[in-house]
DNA sequence: TTGAGCTCACTTTTT
DNA sequence: GTGAGCTCAA
């Protein structure tokens, strides 16, 4: 295939670049990945072996992608393509003795650097008040992302807080050696730590790693710098592509000023600029170009397209957020009805998880199918987590994070008293906690009873360590079936079928990813999970309309994008309204969302949210009014508020409308259960019509459910107020319910009907 | 030791 | 309003 006859010149000129550091500077949708792929196929093509390339990209989906493509442009090409993290991980197994690491290193997630955090702040001693873990744990990220190390830390500790501080990111920095466990973080730290120490090595990797290509090079950090920068010495091939525009981790470490001095950084480098946007409709990119002039610290660049002017941007205000929500699955129903899209052409971006609830909520009602990408990532469900405690702990006997979360599940009758005795011992003796476990009659204050319990699970942890080398699925289904944990999960009446399932997804996982890599381990069957994030298991074809924060959006692209909630506080963020960097990276973030659009772009805010459970009155985004109103369609429902229901203050809607009043103190929680008729009452608050009768709620019965709608109850368990059923909806999975608790309404015979 | 209630924090954004 | 984590009772 010819590679180069449907280019721009631009694109054409970055594409036959072959030697010498080149910086692409790519506007939205100015056709930048196909610039990346064509450029490698063209690399290919001119005689560079594949193994000379390396390809970084920010996700492992825009990795798979990328692949993908240059796999169909140059089948069988062995191009090195991943995200910065995942090709650490492989490089730091090779190399990890250097930096002290066993090659069977666990890689920690947040989650467990959240566990260490929290109980090295107990270690110490954390008294300062308004310090959460998740506060110390990012200053930590921060650090290393800066390169910035304990000692600096304790060096320039001037008060008790300061001091604290470093020693916990000193303490944290002991207990993942000791562990052999690298964070996140580390990946990027520990490999330039290799290459600042170890000359040969850095002269090795920059002589295999010839040709460079680093795409959305505005997102990197310092350690992921430090990196390139020292792949690049001896031979400067190095390809980055990003857009300055688009910078939107600054929050993570990420420093603008890496693309912005790209030319004073590599002498003789070239420049292209792709400025025609072939992807959104002139309305549009003017409502982006608009917005994204008011950022002062930028350089200026303005967004061309040849598309069509397309339909005017539409900006609806509504007066709550559920009417936000409403209007929006409306709009979208609408959308799809007159086959204008598919529910897939559609996305809703928002600028946090949070917010999307509403929007599931109206979606579920109006029959939208949709998928969240975000939320609770599968492989960290607690299910997945455990299976994954015990495949850490087999491949890193020395990884006392995945002791601690395998080692009472399922119930071994090991609680608190007994790991704790065995923690200190260990900590004491400054072994790793399995070690200790198979000689865990010598740990005094132990019962027997627990030191047979830790010596049967450092036994069963023998056993499967003996699989070691077989594959993660088999592994998986041998500790399925030693421990019965299946039959744990399905105590769970609640949750215990979707757990399962869970499990069993985990399984598929694993006998997908030993197909595709044949030959490949455990460990890099953990890496690639551990490392895996929600965007990663998206896919665009689903027939679904998809909800994602603004953050996720960023490379995607659709027919028609919802931005919702563009409120003072949400976008920008309060945090951003503080600064004028944070407030100009907000604004990115908008600009980012904006040119995701290909055909219509609907923005939306609303007047009244209800944030923590609370009503407040909201201000429209200070970014609304740098958009080019007069090209717009603006549509003010907020004065429409009587068509929504129930009557509203006169203030409604006003920019500046009091406060209310303190809401009235609830009821102390221990009457709240008291009755039966409380039991009853329907979610709105209103006073129940009667008593409910729990005995009308039985399998069989039809019910109603505020929330998911009618549906059937097919079974239950129990008896008295902790009675549970497990309802059928007509629309959506099973559910089951604590039916005393649960705000469920028997319909038709026998229910009581409002 | 475990389970069930209760409290409380959640609201950035992600590898 | 809600889920996760923690404390207290059995």
């Not at 990220?141 to 320039?156: I, T």
Request: glycine share 8%.
């Amino acid at each position: 295939m010819d590679l180069l006859s449907d280019l721009t010149p631009s694109q054409r000129e970055a594409v036959t670049h072959i030697n010498g550091p080149i910086l692409v500077l790519a506007g939205a949708g100015s056709g930048k990945t196909r610039v990346i792929t064509r450029r490698v196929a063209h690399l290919l093509e001119a005689g560079i072996p594949a193994g000379s390339i390396l390809a970084v990209t920010f996700t492992n989906k825009a990795a798979g992608e990328m692949r993908e493509r240059i796999e169909a442009l140059v089948p069988d090409s062995k191009v090195w393509v991943g995200t910065f993290h995942g090709i650490c991980a492989r490089l730091l197994r090779k190399y990890a003795k250097l930096v002290g690491l066993d090659p069977a290193f666990s890689i920690y997630d947040q989650n467990d650097r959240r566990r260490a955090v929290k109980d090295l702040m107990d270690i110490v001693g954390w008294d300062v008040p308004g310090w959460t873990p998740e506060r110390i744990e990012s200053l930590i990220s921060r650090a290393k992302n800066d390169l910035v190390r304990p000692e600096a830390w304790r060096n320039r500790a001037t008060d008790h807080k300061d001091a604290l501080l470093a020693r916990i990111y000193e303490a944290y920095e002991e207990r993942l050696q000791a562990a052999s466990a690298v964070d996140f973080d580390d990946l990027l730290v520990h490999m330039v730590a290799i290459l600042k120490n170890h000359k040969d090595v850095r002269a090795d990797l920059d002589r295999r790693f010839r040709y460079i290509l680093v795409d959305e090079y505005q997102d990197t950090n310092l350690a992921q710098y430090a990196i390139v920068r020292a792949l690049s010495v001896d031979h400067a091939n190095l390809c980055v592509t990003g857009d300055p525009d688009q910078s939107i981790y600054g929050w993570r470490g990420a420093d603008l000023a890496n693309i912005l001095e790209f030319e004073r950084d590599y002498p003789g480098s070239r420049v292209v600029t792709l400025q025609e946007n072939y992807r959104s409709t002139k309305n549009i990119l003017a409502v982006a170009d608009h917005l994204i002039q008011h950022n002062l610290h930028r350089k200026p660049k303005s967004l061309l397209t040849d598309n069509p002017r397309g339909a005017p941007v539409e900006l609806t205000i509504y007066p709550r957020e559920t009417d936000e929500a409403e209007g929006v699955a409306g709009r979208i129903a609408g959308l799809v009805r007159n086959g204008e899209f598919g529910y897939s052409d559609i996305a809703v971006f928002c600028r946090m998880t949070a917010l999307t609830r509403a929007f599931e909520q109206a979606f579920r009602v109006a029959r939208i199918p949709y998928q969240i990408i975000g939320g609770v990532a599968f492989y960290e469900r607690q299910e997945v987590k455990d299976v994954l405690g015990y495949l850490n702990l087999i491949v890193n006997p020395r990884d006392d994070l995945a002791f601690l979360r395998a080692v009472n599940v399922p119930p071994r009758g090991l609680g608190k008293a007994s790991v704790d005795a065995l923690t200190n011992e260990a900590r004491a003796q400054g072994v790793p906690l399995l070690t200790l476990a198979r000689k865990a009659w010598t740990v005094s204050g132990l019962k027997e009873k627990a030191a047979r319990a830790f010596d049967d699970f450092a036994r069963l942890i023998d056993d499967l360590a003996a699989l070691r080398d077989h594959s993660a699925e088999e592994v998986i289904v041998q500790m399925v079936a030693r421990t019965g944990y299946r039959k744990h999960l399905a105590e769970d009446l609640k949750a215990g079928e979707d757990r399962q399932a869970n499990l069993d997804e985990l399984v598929a996982a694993a006998r997908e990813f030993d197909q595709v890599h044949a030959g490949s381990s455990i460990q890099d069957f953990l890496a690639e999970i551990t490392l895996a994030s929600p965007i990663d298991r998206w896919e665009q074809d689903t027939g679904a309309v998809t909800l994602m924060t603004l953050h996720a959006a960023k490379g995607l692209e659709f027919p028609a994008v919802f931005i919702v909630a563009l409120e003072d506080n949400i976008l920008p963020h309060s945090r951003g309204n503080e600064n004028l960097k944070e407030l100009e990276e907000e604004r990115r973030l908008l600009f980012v969302g904006i040119t995701r659009a290909r055909r219509e772009l609907y923005l939306s805010r609303c007047c009244l949210r209800s944030f923590r459970g609370q009503q407040q009155a909201t201000l429209a985004s200070r970014f609304l009014s740098e958009l080019p109103g007069e090209i717009m369609e603006v549509r003010d429902l907020s004065e429409m508020g009587q068509e929504y229901g129930r009557p509203r203050p006169a203030w409604f809607g006003r920019s500046n409308p009091p406060r209310r009043p303190e809401p009235r103190p609830s009821a102390p929680p221990t009457f709240r259960l008291t009755t039966a008729a409380a039991l009853g009452t329907p979610a709105s608050g209103a006073p129940a019509a009667g008593p409910v009768d729990l005995d009308s709620l039985r399998p069989g019965v039809s019910v109603v459910h505020p929330e998911y709608g009618l549906g059937k109850i097919v079974a239950v368990d129990g008896a008295g107020p902790n009675r549970k059923g497990r309802v059928s909806f007509v629309v959506g999975p099973e559910r089951t319910f604590v039916l005393a608790k649960s705000p469920l309404r028997a319909v038709g015979r026998g229910g009581k009907t409002p």
